[in-house]
């Protein structure tokens, strides 16, 4: 394919994958389309692993890192630790979680709460951004927020694209007024942080307004699981396919096996947006876990990092259970993923993925071209 982004990544397909699993990042960018390391669970050593290995397996072709620097979280601007942080955590939470595991026969013997900074801290943030830099980036992209000045400096210092993932119109212009190279407009329909407007409608939005703001690539994220879904987003002015989801079912992705089987019998109703994971509404798989911080006696998710600090261990240690086959930890059990689940119905290569994807990309175009008269 030849498109304005192909041209400016050289990649052959306008497909953008965002995974926290490395196989599956290097081997998009193999296939022709342009693989994204989410590094937002990393500890810097981590993430100069991850990054060496991914450049000995794509040889120069591009790749590009994902950061989580959110305007507002508990803490920002302080010098706080991560023991101060914990303490914040109110014991109504812990109490409610292990209300939660025990009428789920789950004993985890206490809660295990990380022992250092999260990766959004300003100070951790600096220092993955350092290492991402180090290495042949051709993109470097945020979530949740305005990239920080000194993000956007060090990305055109370096001739590294910078891109921002949003929900809304007011947050594109604001992130291209910011000197943001490349705008992700993500649907509801996404897997992770979503804002409540669907793909269908955010997409035409958000490239109208970026047009009148400063003319920069609108990729299109929420939902997308096919070519002709890429195809429909590239109709309506979309650059190309900012994906997630997909990747979840294919071999090479780390995701634990139950929540793996989980999503090839999913539908496209068995997501729901919660704050029950991170603070923020993020799009994963219904489960016990979600429908009971959605109940009544629920206490109020607290906000970024604190609630991700709470959960994601418990969720971990959880997913171990249900992997060894406990089925009150099975049912508890859930991952992010978008609504494009429920089109993800078999275990495939990713390199099959994109080929396919490619094929249903043309065939959806020949059809629009083929509404066209003589
Ligand atoms: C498991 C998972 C984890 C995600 N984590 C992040 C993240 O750390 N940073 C980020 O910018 N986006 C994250 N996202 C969102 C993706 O970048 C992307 O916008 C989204 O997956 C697109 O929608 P889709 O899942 O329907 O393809 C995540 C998505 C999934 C499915």
Redesign the pocket.
């Known amino acids: 394919m030849r498109t304005p982004i192909c041209d400016l990544f050289g990649i052959e397909l306008p497909l953008f994958a965002?995974s926290?699993c490395r196989d599956v990042v290097a081997a998009v960018t193999n296939a022709g389309g342009f693989g994204v390391l989410?590094v937002?669970t990393m500890t810097p050593d981590e993430l100069e692993q991850e990054l060496t290995w991914i450049d000995q397996q794509v040889k120069g072709r591009p790749y590009g890192a994902?950061i989580?620097i959110p305007d507002v979280y508990e803490g920002k601007g302080q010098d706080i630790d991560i023991e101060t942080l914990a303490a914040m955590i109110p014991e109504q939470h812990f109490e409610f979680i292990d209300k939660l595991l025990t009428e789920h026969g789950v004993e985890l013997a206490g809660h295990q709460l990380p022992t250092t900074l999260p990766a959004i801290s300003d100070e951790v943030s600096t220092q993955l951004l350092d290492v991402a830099f180090g290495h042949p980036i051709k993109l470097i992209?945020n979530?949740l927020g305005v990239p920080p000045q000194f993000m956007v400096d060090r990305a055109k210092s370096e001739g590294v694209q910078i891109a921002a993932?949003v929900g809304a119109k007011q947050h594109a212009v604001r992130q291209v007024n910011a000197g943001v190279d490349i705008i992700?407009a993500?649907g509801t329909?996404?897997?992770?942080?979503c804002g409540d407007v669907t793909t269908m409608v955010l997409i035409p939005e958000i490239v109208d307004a970026v047009k009148e703001t400063r003319d920069v690539p609108v990729l299109a994220?929420?939902?997308?699981?096919t070519g002709r879904q890429m195809a429909a987003c590239m109709a309506m002015g979309a650059a190309g396919a900012?994906?997630?989801?997909?990747w979840?079912t294919t071999e090479e992705a780390e995701t634990a096996p139950t929540v793996k089987q989980k999503m090839l019998t999913a539908t496209s109703r068995d997501t729901v947006r919660s704050k029950s994971r991170t603070g923020k509404y993020s799009r994963q798989l219904r489960s016990a876990w979600t429908d009971a911080w959605n109940s009544e006696d629920a206490p109020t998710p607290l906000p970024m990092p604190l609630q991700s600090m709470l959960s994601e261990p418990a969720l971990r240690r959880i997913d171990r259970l249900a992997d060894s086959g406990h089925p009150g930890a099975q049912e508890i059990a859930t991952?992010?993923?978008?609504q494009?689940v429920g089109l993800m119905n078999s275990i495939r290569p990713v390199r099959d993925v994109v080929y396919e994807w490619a094929e249903d990309f043309a065939a959806a175009a020949e059809r629009l071209c083929g509404t066209l008269d003589e």
């Not at 329909?189 to 942080?193: D, I, K, L, N, T």
């Not at 900012?242 to 997909?246: F, K, L, M, Q, R």
Request: no cysteine; charged share 5%; glycine share 24%.
């Open positions: 965002f926290h989410g937002s994902d989580l992209a979530a993932l992700v993500a329909e996404a897997g992770g942080h994220a929420g939902g997308i699981v900012w994906t997630g989801s997909v979840l991952y992010w993923v978008g494009g």
